[in-house]
């Protein structure tokens, strides 16, 4: 998967523009295909990384490059798999937190109308990594995110402090999102992380997203409610949650103090 993330940036500006986010004459903006974050403002500071996003359901598999030749095939088998370990992850998760159905959360949640997001991200060396970042601090809105890099610049926040998340080859990056942090009635955290910027070489990353149907209402699991633990987040639509997720981004600030009793 790497090889071939690495292949697909190095293809030619003007055919990686084919599949450019941005349409209508290039005057309307899309989540989907090449290109960097939507600009909210004149002011807002663009991270320093350059981005393929592809939604991994297969009607949306007709607008994934054809080249390199192998891209469709690597992406498709990399993303079942991780899949894999997303239903996993889930089911322990719900174990932890005291769902009742081990399986609510890989099955129920992530049904058949769940949607699946890949990012690819090429973070090229900076000249001044001082004034900028590969990402901004941010939560995933994400049910959960698997991310496999080859390359050190991911940071999470603990405590007020940012501390590196180390590189294993070939090892992934596991964290949940803010629908677990909300489902579990904060009983589990969404971590805030970031990407740094590095003067001394690049980094490339494949980033997994996994999340509920934009139509689905996001809010506490009943049984993790109770007199002692009242509800600590608000209802509220997916894709009205994941608006709000750009909108914070470009402001700094983070979407699930939006949702927060």
């Avoid at 990594?129 to 601090?137: F, I």
């Avoid at 180390?166 to 009983?187: F, Q």
Wanted: charged share 30%; hydrophobic share 40%; net charge neutral.
């Amino acid at each position: 998967m790497m090889a071939v993330t690495r292949e697909l940036f190095k293809l030619p500006l003007e055919e990686k523009q084919k599949y450019t986010n941005l349409v209508g004459g290039k005057k309307e903006y899309q989540l989907e295909s090449y290109g960097s974050d939507m600009d909210r403002s004149e002011t807002q500071v663009l991270d320093w990384r350059d981005q393929f996003y592809f939604i991994m359901e297969a009607e949306s598999r007709r607008l994934w490059p054809t080249q390199p030749p192998s891209f469709r095939d690597v992406l498709h088998r990399y993303a079942a798999r991780c899949r894999e370990l997303a239903d996993g992850v889930l089911r322990e998760v719900a174990k932890v937190v005291g769902l009742r159905e081990e399986r609510y959360l890989a099955d129920d949640m992530l049904d058949e109308k769940a949607v699946t997001y890949v990012g690819l991200n090429l973070y090229p060396r900076c000249p001044r990594p001082d004034k900028v970042l590969g990402v901004r601090p941010h939560s995933d809105s994400a049910m959960l995110t698997i991310l496999l890099a080859d390359a050190a610049g991911l940071q999470v926040l603990r405590d007020g402090q940012w501390y590196d998340v180390p590189v294993v080859p070939g090892a992934l990056v596991v964290n949940i999102g803010d629908t677990v942090e909300v489902v579990s009635n904060g009983l589990l955290k969404s971590p805030v992380h970031k990407v740094v910027a590095n003067a001394e070489r690049e980094r490339v990353s494949v980033a997994a997203f996994y999340t509920v149907d934009p139509e689905r209402e996001v809010e506490p699991a009943p049984e993790l409610v109770s007199d002692e633990r009242p509800m600590r987040y608000k209802k509220m639509k997916n894709s009205n949650y994941m608006r709000v997720q750009l909108e914070s981004l470009a402001r700094g600030e983070r979407a699930i103090d939006r949702v927060k009793i």
